[in-house]
């Protein structure tokens, strides 16, 4: 376990407005506000992180929320589609639960095996309930709409539509140690043994599709986990042999990350476990306090003025 990618640690995706975010986020899919904090490179943006209880590495979908973010467009070289593991018997509850609350949704399907249901979030970022072929026993954040019987427990996989899987293959094989679970059609998934949950990439190979335009309602990139800085920076070698670039070590605060893109286009990203969601708040008022990265604290009072007011 010591130099393995422990599946998914976070994705991260582009929304509009901030309220209607975070209002989608914890009061229609129920999950937690795990931290309220601002973009790295724009600081006039929130960056929040929504997940379990203690933000577990495999729950953690992030956002940009960007008020006048163009549309983007889903396509090749990008992540398409974010999939939530939940429990069985619950897509009937979430059926009524979306046509409540007005969220487009699609029919029931199955794939490989797995029944989902297809929906977007109001900025039209492609997600999907699925109930997984295995026991998932992680433990969901629950609010008072939304029960542990019916609760999103954290991603169960996440698909890339790319050209050709054949480069982007290698990478998750040669380098990730993933593996060929199943074909069906022009979907292939691989999966890593080294976790139980978040440990699938689908890959939807459609050689004729448009590239996709990264903005508002897409994914940024998708972030792969590994337990700490030194087996990071043992991929990171890795990466180089491959032929590819790879950024230095960045320290996000909660975790360090190294990024890179993938040959069909696919911003990558490998993040650390450590240090965690609860170095600068306790377990229980996660979320509650804007954080800033410390080269941004002496202007808080400037940020806090420029930022768009969150009811939370």
């Keep these: 376990m010591e130099d393995k990618i422990l599946g998914l640690h976070h994705i991260t995706a582009i929304a509009g407005d901030a309220q209607r975010n975070y209002d989608f986020y914890t009061k229609v899919l129920g999950l937690r506000m795990v931290k309220k904090t601002v973009n790295f490179d724009d600081p006039k943006t929130y960056h929040f992180y929504f997940g379990d209880k203690v933000g577990s590495p495999g729950s953690i979908l992030t956002f940009f929320p960007w008020p006048r973010v163009k549309q983007g467009k889903n396509g090749v070289g990008m992540a398409t589609e974010i999939g939530y593991s939940v429990p069985e018997g619950s897509l009937d509850f979430w059926q009524e639960h979306f046509e409540k609350h007005g969220v487009e949704f699609g029919k029931i399907r199955e794939q490989f095996g797995e029944q989902y249901l297809p929906f977007r979030d109001p900025d039209g970022l492609n997600l999907k309930l699925i109930v997984t072929k295995h026991q998932d026993n992680r433990e969901a954040w629950e609010t008072d709409e939304i029960k542990s019987d019916v609760a999103l427990k954290g991603f169960h996989s996440v698909t890339l539509t790319l050209f050709n ?122 979320g509650s306090n804007l954080k800033l990265p410390e080269q941004y604290e002496g202007s808080r009072d400037r940020i806090e003025k420029l930022l768009p007011e969150l009811k939370q």
Excluded: C, W
């Design 165 to 286: 899987v054949g480069p982007t293959a290698s990478i998750l094989t040669d380098i990730f140690d993933y593996e060929l679970e199943e074909k069906s059609g022009e979907f292939y998934r691989y999966k890593t043994s080294a976790v139980e949950n978040a440990a699938i990439i689908d890959i939807h190979e459609d050689p004729t599709a448009d590239r996709g335009i990264n903005a508002g309602g897409t994914n940024h990139h998708i972030a792969f986990r590994v337990k700490d800085e030194e087996t990071q920076m043992r991929f990171r070698e890795k990466i180089i042999q491959k032929g590819l670039q790879i950024t230095e070590k960045i320290d996000r605060d909660y975790f360090y990350s190294l990024y890179f893109r993938e040959p069909g286009g696919v911003l990558f990203e490998i993040a650390t476990d450590n240090p965690g969601f609860t170095r600068d708040e306790s377990l229980e008022e996660l």
